[in-house]
T-cell receptor, first 110, second 116 residues
Framework: TQLLEQSPQFLSIQEGENLTVYCNSS?????LQWYRQEPGEGPVLLVT?????EVKKLKRLTFQFGDARKDSSLHITAAQPGDTGLYLC??????????FGAGTILRVKS | EAGVVQSPRYKIIEKKQPVAFWCNPI?????LYWYRQNLGQGPELLIR????????DSQLPKDRFSAERLKGVDSTLKIQPAELGDSAVYLC??????????????FGQGTRLTVV
């Protein structure tokens, strides 16, 4: 059973479109992280959200942590081909154990 | 600052053969993780070290997988004997103050294992 459920699994859009990726769980987390992974590379941290209801912005990316700290979303405005990659959410169950969702594969076509 | 270094980058072996992966974490990082990742999927945790102690190895198939982190720095992950289903990318990651810290975990480029 996946602790973190991500949706959609795959997203193919045109350059300039907006999109939202979701990360849901029945568990409450003290923090949640989003990573981006390109082919042949390891995941790279984009952001950590800690407070329920928190919203963080990173250029065209907007991250939100749900009020109950069980879910999160990643919104990309005006997607570009360089945004193509695997987007992963991750959370710590207890201690320093870091578990990942199955990921969302994003492809942005020019 | 050097990142997490893994070697080799690629490995092709025949089934039933042994294989080993090596990881050098970022200097000063106490926590070290080994993950396995299948194509298009999220990483699955195999084992986590705090310094030289394996504190979470519940997902490690102990009949064929073993790991060590001597002196709390470098780590080695071994598979013996390898099976076809072990083909995957093996990722090593490290973190300073725990994964929940704002800086998260830093990953190496991974070792892509193909078992034929």
């Amino acid at each position: 059973t996946q602790l973190l459920e991500q949706s959609p699994q795959f997203l193919s859009i045109q350059e300039g479109e907006n999109l939202t990726v979701y990360c849901n769980s029945s568990s409450v987390f003290s923090s949640l992280q989003w990573y981006r992974q390109e082919p042949g590379e390891g995941p790279v941290l984009l952001v950590t959200v800690v407070t329920g209801g928190e919203v963080k912005k990173l250029k065209r990316l907007t991250f939100q942590f749900g009020d109950a700290r069980k879910d999160s979303s990643l919104h990309i405005t005006a997607a570009q081909p360089g945004d193509t990659g695997l987007y992963l959410c991750a959370a710590s169950e207890y201690g320093n154990k870091l578990v990942f969702g199955a990921g969302t594969i994003l492809r942005v076509k020019s | 600052e050097a990142g997490v270094v893994q070697s080799p980058r690629y490995k092709i072996i025949e089934k039933k053969q042994p294989v080993a992966f090596w990881c050098n974490p970022i200097s000063g990082h106490n926590t070290l993780y080994w993950y396995r990742q299948n194509l298009g999927q999220g990483p699955e945790l195999l084992i986590r070290y705090e310094n030289e102690e394996a504190v979470d190895d519940s997902q490690l198939p102990k009949d064929r997988f073993s790991a060590e982190r001597l002196k709390g720095v470098d780590s080695t992950l071994k598979i013996q004997p390898a099976e076809l289903g072990d083909s995957a990318v093996y990722l090593c990651a490290s973190s300073l103050a725990g994964a929940r810290s704002e800086r998260g975990a830093f990953f190496g480029q991974g070792t892509r294992l193909t078992v034929v």
